[in-house]
């Protein structure tokens, strides 16, 4: 009896021990519903989120994966609790078969473990609500692919026209730069055209007005070229200084070795010559020379150049030839004094030596140069012969290549000369400020 009543004892402290783990099941199913109410706010907060489209798959598949752990944590417990159901059944079974009186409690575990099982079912179809809204996602992830591979293609099709538009601006861009180049270009070339047009008129009107005038011509050249009854004379072509183009820097060196020659009435045949001399004596206008170009001796060939002299027969042009030849073809231009000397008696009487500042030395050797008496007036050469710009013009009177520069300017012979009280070697009009001196002439 005693042993059957410490064998009570013990069911009945097992009883209450069941009775304690069937509490804490009715606490674990408490929580299991909270649980479950949790889940269905989050399933709405789920719906609510799968309308947003940008953030609804990113959200998706993070809740996704947190339903699959908590399912998996779901049904772990469910496992657990089936174990422990299962460890208690075969405990109530044993206690059963021991006494009946546990009957109630098995009962109660029965009704625990249907519970558990409603409560499976739940979770079975809120599993299937969620891998409906899982595959409603996925159709929206695919739907949200195909609209990206739409706006990436015509992301590329704007990618290749903005290409084709730069390249287009690009080639508009260098033809506008060619453009302006070549209107800079053109916009430099008409300013030096304009430059050289005013150079041209003002060297026009100069030229103009000293043709009327003929300064520095005697009165019958003046008189055959201003009197209106000098129109009739036929066959005219000019003065000599109307026909030489003389380059600058040699003026003085023209104007020394040519003198009055300068002023030389040029025409065609003798005839012409002939019928301006009447027309001079019938008018008793004064006196002219007159060349006729049909008496000019042929054209011969010149000397080569070198070092120590250029023939001014290549150096001045002109629009006769014959003309050019016949007074400066054995005309020879050196730089200085001493090397006219040098050549004269080294060649002996076959030329005419002459320096760029005038000096002229003669074949027989007879020397010329000093500013003369005819130097006050304006050269025909200087004045008449080339056209050149104003302000060229000014910067060659206001710097002569031998005057403006003292004695170091001049050449060895001329320092000489001057030592020794002879003056200064100049004829052009342009040369010396100092009109002072007069010519010389010696024989050696």
Not at 186 to 200: P, S
Not at 421 to 444: D, F, H, K, L, M
């Amino acid at each position: 009896m005693q042993k059957i009543q410490g064998e009570a004892e013990r069911l009945l402290e097992r009883r209450e021990q069941m009775g304690l783990q069937i509490q804490d099941l009715v606490a674990e199913e408490r929580r299991l519903e909270e649980e479950i109410r949790g889940l269905a706010e989050r399933r709405v907060a789920l719906a609510a989120e799968r309308e947003d489209k940008d953030r609804g798959l990113d959200e998706a598949r993070r809740r996704h994966a947190e339903q699959d752990s908590e399912v998996q944590r779901v049904e772990a417990q469910i496992e657990a609790c089936r174990s422990a159901l299962s460890e208690r059944r075969e405990r109530f079974e044993a206690l059963r078969l021991e006494q009946i009186r546990v009957a109630g409690a098995r009962a109660e575990l029965t009704r625990s473990g249907g519970e558990l099982r409603e409560r499976r079912a739940q979770v079975d179809r809120r599993a299937e609500r969620l891998a409906a809204e899982l595959m409603a996602a996925r159709a929206e992830v695919d739907a949200l692919a195909a609209t990206r591979l739409r706006l990436e293609a015509a992301s590329q099709r704007a990618g290749a026209q903005l290409s084709l538009l730069s390249t287009e601006l690009q080639e508009i861009e260098a033809a506008r730069r060619d453009r302006e180049a070549t209107r800079a270009e053109a916009q430099e070339a008409a300013a030096g055209l304009r430059v050289k047009l005013a150079a041209r008129q003002s060297a026009l009107e100069a030229l103009e007005r000293l043709e009327r005038e003929r300064e520095g011509y005697g009165a019958g050249v003046r008189a055959m070229f201003a009197h209106p009854g000098a129109g009739d004379l036929g066959g005219v072509v000019g003065t000599v200084a109307d026909l030489l183009e003389v380059p600058n820097g040699l003026e003085a060196a023209v104007e020394a070795v040519l003198g009055d020659r300068l002023q030389w009435v040029v025409v065609e045949r003798f005839e012409h010559a002939r019928a301006a001399l009447g027309y001079l004596e019938r008018e008793g206008a004064g006196a002219a020379t007159l060349l006729p170009l049909e008496t000019l001796p042929p054209v011969a060939a010149l000397p080569a150049d070198s070092g120590e002299v250029s023939w001014a027969a290549r150096l001045v042009g002109g629009p006769r030839p014959a003309l050019l030849h016949y007074l400066l073809g054995r005309v020879g231009i050196v730089s200085h004094l001493d090397q006219a000397e040098t050549l004269w008696r080294r060649n002996g009487v076959i030329a005419t030596y002459v320096t760029r500042s005038g000096e002229v030395l003669s074949p027989s050797g007879r020397l010329t140069g000093g500013p003369s008496a005819s130097s006050a007036r304006r050269s025909p050469v200087s004045s008449v012969t080339w056209p050149r710009p104003p302000r060229a013009r000014k910067r060659s009177r206001a710097r002569s290549p031998a005057c403006g520069r003292g004695s170091r300017g001049c050449n060895p012979t001329t320092r000489r000369r001057r030592r020794r009280g002879y003056p200064a070697r100049r004829i052009s009009s342009r040369c010396c400020a100092r009109r002072t001196g007069s010519r010389v002439t010696s024989r050696r």
